[in-house]
């Protein structure tokens, strides 16, 4: 197959069904077929997993669908990651990401990653169960744009305000935006703890991180 | 329970599952417990926040019904200082109880959708230690069961007899 909008398509599909072998496939061929990393991302790669989250909000995809098809999405951003590094697009900013402490649940972090990553993030995740030292150790290190705090226990929650308590004892609170989520947060608790921007969802969560960076940018005389 | 105490309660139940899509709990125990209190002089919610997140305290508390207290049932076999403790000491606790013993294949290994995509249980149970088994009534075959549901997650398991006498104190509380 070497029709680009045939591969776009095919591309589209497996990805929806998460057949990463397929879709690893595809990704070869498109480029062998002279296609660009940018279009295979955002005319196929990201829509279809755009498309796997408004699934799962309707309900018609449950946790594993969603997985199978982040994996192979994943799969694909490996080949094509260092392709589009090459190509020199500037980055849309840094977002150091973790959920945090006693928490591991990780799935929703890790989809929401894979959609910064593809829509032009530096991510770096620090993974599971991040302690709040862990966090400004790793600020003072990335110097990201973004942190962001997953959490899906009642009784983990509260590390959001810990963490943010620990940014303002480290002088840090204003150095960097704060973004909070995960399957019990709500934009109210996020206001609660004094956070910067919540997002329901990935897609969500990297059009409210492109907005918060602009804003800042736009505050900050360059 | 309600056999074996003599209660004059009627129990309705709602499907399990609705567990793993907690946002549609509120709304279920409203229609439910709505309809009940045409029928029935009271009506109480034997169900814990189970991941509402204070959603069904809300409805309970505008239909005048009580509910049990917890965060879920895990709070109600252990204790909640006890589970807290638990899952403080290793945070990638995985908890059994009876029921998803019971039903393991079809609540987690199904729903997870492990039967069709086995590679899946890197990612869901990568960061997890220990599974422990708040055990209300370990007969033989459930032993075996539960050894064998570890297995299958590749981790140790760690069995607690917590009985159910926990959840009949609350549930006794709840119809006082
Ligand atoms: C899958 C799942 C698991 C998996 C987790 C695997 C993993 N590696 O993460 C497994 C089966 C292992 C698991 C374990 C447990 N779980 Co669980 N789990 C769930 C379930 C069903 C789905 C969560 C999920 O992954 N959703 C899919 C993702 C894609 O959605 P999401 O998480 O909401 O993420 C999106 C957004 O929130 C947002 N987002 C996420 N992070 C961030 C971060 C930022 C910065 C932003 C902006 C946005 C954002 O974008 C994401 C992508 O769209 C929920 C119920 C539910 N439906 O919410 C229960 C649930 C969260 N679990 C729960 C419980 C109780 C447990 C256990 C204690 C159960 C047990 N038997 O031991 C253990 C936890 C033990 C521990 N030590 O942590 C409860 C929590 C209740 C509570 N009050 O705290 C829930 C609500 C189920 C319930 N009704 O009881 N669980």
């Given at each position: 197959m070497s029709d680009p909008n045939e591969i776009l398509k095919g591309l589209y599909d497996e990805t929806l069904v998460g057949n990463a072998p397929r879709v690893l496939e595809l990704t070869e061929e498109g480029l062998a077929a002279g296609m660009e990393p940018q279009s295979l991302l955002f005319e196929a790669l990201i829509p279809s997993l755009e498309e796997v989250g408004a699934r799962f909000e309707r309900g018609d995809f449950f946790v594993p669908e969603m997985l199978i098809a982040g994996r192979a999405m994943a799969g694909a951003m490996e080949r094509l990651r260092p392709l589009l590094a090459e190509t020199g697009v500037e980055t849309v900013g840094t977002f150091l990401m973790g959920t945090v402490?006693?928490?591991?649940?990780?799935i929703g972090k890790n989809l929401v990653n894979i959609m910064l990553e593809g829509a032009g993030f530096e991510v770096i995740d620090l993974g599971v169960q991040v302690a709040p030292e862990k966090f400004i150790a790793a600020i003072e290190e990335h110097k990201p744009d973004i942190v962001g705090f997953s959490a899906f226990l009642t009784t983990t929650m509260p590390m959001f305000k810990a963490n943010m308590n620990a940014l303002e004892k480290a002088g840090l609170r204003d150095q960097v935006i704060v973004m909070v989520g995960g399957a019990p947060v709500t934009q109210e608790y996020a206001d609660a703890v004094g956070a910067d921007g919540y997002a329901a969802d990935a897609s969500a969560c990297v059009k409210r991180a492109k907005d918060l960076i602009e804003q800042k940018r736009a505050k900050v005389p360059a | 329970m309600v056999a074996r105490r003599g209660w004059p309660v009627v129990v309705h139940p709602l499907p399990p599952l609705l567990h793993n899509q907690p946002h549609l709990i509120a709304d279920e125990v409203r229609g439910l417990a709505t309809a009940l209190l045409l029928t029935h002089e009271r009506v109480a919610v034997a169900y814990a926040d189970c991941g509402t997140y204070g959603a069904l305290d809300a409805v309970c508390a505008e239909l005048g019904i009580r509910m049990l207290p917890g965060l879920h049932c895990y709070d109600l076999f252990a204790g909640e200082s006890r589970l807290a403790a638990y899952l403080d000491d290793e945070p990638g606790t995985y908890l059994f109880t009876d029921f998803l013993v019971r039903s393991f294949e079809r609540t987690v290994v199904r729903e997870l959708g492990l039967d069709r995509w086995p590679e899946l249980a890197e990612d869901y149970f990568r960061h997890y230690t220990r599974v422990v088994w708040l055990a209300q009534e370990p007969t033989d075959d459930l032993r075996a069961r539960a050894e064998a549901a570890a297995a299958r997650m590749a981790l140790p398991l760690t069995v607690v007899e917590t009985g159910d006498g926990r959840l009949e104190r609350a549930l006794e509380a709840l119809l006082a």
């Open positions: 402490k006693g928490d591991v649940h990780d | -």
